[in-house]
Nanobody, 122 residues
Framework: QVQLVESGGGLVQAGGSLRLSCAAS????????MGWFRQAPGKEREFVAS????????IYADSVKGRFTISRDNARNTVYLQMNSLKPEDTAVYYC???????????????WGQGTQVTVSS
């Protein structure tokens, strides 16, 4: 059974930092893209960042460019999201994803984690 388990979420003040981790089990994703999405209350889930299998290619949503950094450790089957200079508008449930794809012009994924809450206070 494939599982993606996120950790590292929490409450932080604006301007602070958090590092999310996502550990995969049940299969290796060392040859697959992985990424992060988020969903704020009352809003649709949105793409945040993705990383290719080798870690040599990353893509970010405009809203997080320059503040968030995605990375991965294939030996640990884990992907990370370093979030700096956090803003209240970054408050959301953050979801790890594996095997990203584009469906109808939007990012989607085959595998999903259960999500971790990030709350940024002003």
């Amino acid at each position: 059974q494939v599982q993606l388990v996120e950790s590292g979420g929490g409450l932080v003040q604006a301007g602070g930092s958090l590092r999310l981790s996502c550990a995969a089990s049940g299969r290796t994703f060392s040859r697959d893209s992985m990424g992060w999405f988020r969903q704020a209350p009352g809003k649709e889930r949105e793409f945040v960042a993705s990383i290719n299998w080798s870690g040599g290619w990353t893509i970010y949503a405009d809203s997080v460019k320059g503040r968030f950094t995605i990375s991965r450790d294939n030996a640990r089957n884990t992907v990370y999201l370093q979030m700096n200079s956090l803003k209240p508008e970054d408050t959301a449930v953050y979801y790890c994803a594996a095997q990203l794809r584009v469906v109808a012009g939007r990012y989607d994924s085959v595998y999903w984690g259960q999500g971790t809450q990030v709350t940024v206070s002003s």
